[in-house]
């Protein structure tokens, strides 16, 4: 699990409880090493495991060995470091140079420590929400197989949330059964925007409650009980799992309270950063319309991944979700866009491909379409249509650990090259 690593001297115990608290409520979690702990081995271990350092600067922290030893540590580990000012002490030294910040963020303005806190925790895992105004472009195979080549890439740990009503990711890897049976339980996506039976077992499920919100806070259940494993990967720290869907999350685009809605989106993304803390990539499956569950994956993302056909009719859908982006979004917490080339015939580059990438539709889409295209393509392929039996593991219709057949292996080029470039991109936004 990643986490905040705080910091710290002796002489800031207040600023350091207060800090503490405010993170864990925020939903980002955070580990100090307390100063009687005799094993640098221990801070070291904590400090390895960590997503990003605050380091509360002091008039002892400035001459502390322990502080130097933290900073240092987390230098070579390459981890974002942010220095908050604990007093009103000049800082210089050892704590200027090595932090070569202005140290603008100070103890007394916890809202902007948690905003700088909050996008430090969120670059460690990145949201992609897998988007296209227009139906039947391929999301939920984009969703499943670059996902898949992502983990497989690099190891990595990947959570796949299902929030399309339809539910076609999930039945894509389990029966459909299987995903109402887990819904009954409200081992499924319901639970990450209302209380439910899965946070206390004696409550009615939100899923019956069409014409009720709960706007009751509640903690995040934990990962095991509300993801399922896609892969049997025994032999790294790798992992792929899912949170099922369900049909009952499309009550919240009947719901007229508005406040109940904001409230429940809240959960939803506060959520989320609960489970950031175990992944490295999470990918929203969404369905093609603008509603509120498409606000909620706008607003939890990092970046939109939006597989698109090469033709014009792909363009209107194109054109819809820039729009979509624009008007549910702040320009400050705006997600990139990347547009995803999918289905394309590779004898050679189409002549409508080569037009959009030299930016012969930006005008009429009315934006810069050219420059948001992804470099890598996927190709049309019977390989993408998996057949498999109910029998089988979840894992079999991943295309980079199973299939068989010609042409195969340019389907997993094409999938890992598209996986590598996602991965370059959302390492530059961070």
């Not at 580990?77 to 140290?103: W, Y």
Request: glycine content about 6%; overall charge neutral.
């Amino acid at each position: 699990m990643s986490h905040a690593f705080i910091a710290h001297a002796e002489d800031q115990l207040d600023a350091l409880l207060e800090l503490s608290e405010n993170l864990r409520r925020a939903g980002i979690p955070s580990r100090y090493v307390p100063h009687d702990e005799p094993n640098r081995a221990t801070s070291d271990r904590v400090i390895d495991e960590a997503s990003f350092m605050i380091v509360l600067v002091s008039f002892d922290a400035m001459k502390s060995k322990t502080v130097k030893s933290d900073i240092a540590r987390a230098r070579r580990n390459g981890l974002t470091i942010l220095p908050v000012r604990a007093d009103r002490t000049r800082v210089g030294g050892f704590v200027r140079s090595e932090l070569g910040k202005d140290l603008e963020l100070t103890i007394d303005d916890m809202e902007g420590v948690l905003e700088a806190a909050q996008n430090a925790y969120r670059a460690g895992c990145p949201v992609v929400a897998v988007m296209n105004m227009k139906g039947g472009v391929g999301k939920t195979t984009i969703t499943a197989q670059v996902a898949a080549a992502y983990q497989k890439s690099g190891s990595g740990r990947v959570l796949l949330v299902d929030l399309d009503p339809q539910y076609n990711l999930s039945q894509l890897f389990f029966p459909a059964g299987d995903a109402d049976e887990a819904a009954a339980r409200d081992a499924s996506v319901i639970s990450l925007f209302e209380k439910s039976k899965l946070h206390d077992p004696s409550r009615q499920s939100p899923a019956d409650l069409w014409n009720k919100l709960s706007i009751e806070p509640f903690t995040a259940a934990a990962r095991d009980t509300i993801s399922h494993p896609l892969i049997k990967n025994e032999n790294s720290r790798g992992r792929l799992d899912i949170v099922f869907g369900q049909f009952e999350i499309s009550k919240y685009a009947f719901s007229t309270d508005g406040e109940g809605l904001a409230t429940v989106r809240e959960h939803f993304l506060r959520t989320l950063d609960f489970y950031r803390s175990q992944y490295d990539l999470i990918v929203l499956d969404t369905n093609p319309n603008a509603t509120f569950l498409t606000r909620c994956a706008l607003q939890a993302a990092d970046r939109v991944l939006a597989p698109m056909h090469t033709d014009v009719y792909s363009l209107r859908g194109i054109k819809l979700l820039n729009r979509v982006i624009n008007d549910q979004t702040e320009t400050s917490y705006r997600p990139h866009l990347s547009v995803l080339f999918n289905a394309v015939e590779r004898r050679e580059q189409s002549n409508f491909e080569a037009d959009t990438r030299n930016g012969a539709f930006d005008e009429q889409v009315g934006f810069s379409l050219s420059e948001t295209i992804m470099t890598g393509v996927l190709p049309r392929s019977r390989h993408f249509n998996v057949r498999v039996s109910e029998e089988d593991p979840p894992e079999k219709r991943l295309l980079v650990h199973h299939g068989r057949g010609g042409g195969l292996r340019h389907v997993r080029q094409a999938l890992a090259t598209v996986a590598v470039e996602l991965d370059e991109a959302l390492k530059n936004k961070r």
